[in-house]
């Protein structure tokens, strides 16, 4: 049993209470490797934002949980050698699936742990969720539950369709559960393609997809039912639409990408949603970088000279939604 205050991590509590009070976002990034790990922590540091660190089950069986998991034992250190004296660390499970999978991540070191019982039927989505926070809270982990179906696939997360959160439940969801945070479905979605062509209209002069809008009505009745609840929202990368031409430009083949529009999240990050889950740009980030380095450069063959640039790219994109669309600078 290892507790994550022995690795210099922190749990979601006091810096989500800012983040509501602050009218800002914590980015949420997913990482597998050691380059995105370096660019999440190279970024935090020099923008001064807390960050969550997140784990999804493909990473923990791509990576190995034990390496994740040192991995960020490694960032704090990394952080404070950057010259963060005071890093805000979470590292979170993301899309826990059982009591079980959330135990053992609690037990090796996670200060925050999401159970999405999304997909079962209410009263059993309240007694898992119940369970996990019982034995979270116990050992000062934080928990994220779910309500409300999102659409999209990413990792082992798969929906065909979404269907929004009730505001009506979400009082008693989480006065019974006892959470302290809660994903909610308001039309964001998995993935890097959020929705199909027909789901969206076209901008008459680029010819570009125009996805539809996210239902701010929705997350204001969540917000009159529950003031000042730390709300998150998933799927939320806006999928860069540069980053894309550069993939396709180099021989990738990713037509009609669409993500969430970036002044969406802004408004969203200034309401009660204090995490916003970002996954599909660092991928389309690293991607971008190494086609592009490639195409340019046939006889590389060492794994540095194309990750150098890839790291690059994903900390550019790191910085930017910190500064630019969560607003959770300067907040060390
Ligand atoms: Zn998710």
């Known amino acids: 049993m290892v507790s994550y205050k022995e690795l210099g991590l922190v749990n ?68 404070k050698e950057l010259g963060c004296a005071n890093p805000q660390i979470v590292l979170h499970l993301d899309h826990g699936d059982s009591f079980e999978t959330c135990k053992s991540c609690i037990d090796s070191g996670f200060s925050s742990v999401m159970i999405d019982g999304s997909s079962l039927p209410y009263e059993e989505n309240i007694a898992l969720t119940k369970k996990v926070v019982e034995y979270a809270h116990a050992h000062d982990v934080t928990v994220e539950a779910e309500l409300g179906v999102l659409a999209g696939v990413e990792d082992e997360v798969c929906a065909a369709e979404s269907h929004y959160t009730k505001p009506e439940e979400v009082i008693d969801f989480a006065t019974r559960t006892g959470c302290d945070s809660l994903a909610i479905s308001i039309g964001t979605s998995h993935g890097a393609y959020k929705f199909t062509p027909e789901q969206c209209t076209r901008d008459p002069q680029t010819g570009k997809l125009v996805p539809p809008p996210l239902a701010f009505d929705v997350l204001a009745a969540i ?110």
């Open 12 to 79: 979601t509590k006091e810096m989500f209470a800012k983040a509501v009070k602050g009218g800002y976002a914590i980015p949420a990034f997913n990482f597998n490797t050691m380059e995105q790990m370096q660019a999440i922590v190279q970024a935090a540091v020099e923008t001064k934002s807390p960050v969550i660190m997140q784990v999804s089950k493909g990473a923990r069986k791509y990576a190995n949980p034990t390496i994740l998991r040192y991995m960020a034992q490694g960032a704090v250190e990394y952080a």
């Open 223 to 332: 917000e009159e039912k529950l003031p000042g609840f730390p709300i998150v929202l998933h799927g939320s990368s806006s999928v860069p639409q540069d980053e894309v031409d550069t993939i396709n430009k180099y021989g990738g083949k990713l037509p009609d990408a669409v993500g969430i529009p970036e002044e969406q999240l802004r408004k969203a990050a200034a309401s009660a949603v204090c995490k916003i889950n970002i996954d599909s740009d660092s991928r389309l980030a690293m991607t971008a970088a190494i086609r592009k380095h490639f195409a340019e450069n046939p006889g590389h063959f060492d794994p540095r000279q194309y990750l150098t640039p890839a790291r690059e790219n994903m900390k550019k994109m790191y910085i930017h939604k910190i500064m630019n669309v969560l607003g959770s600078n300067d907040k060390l």
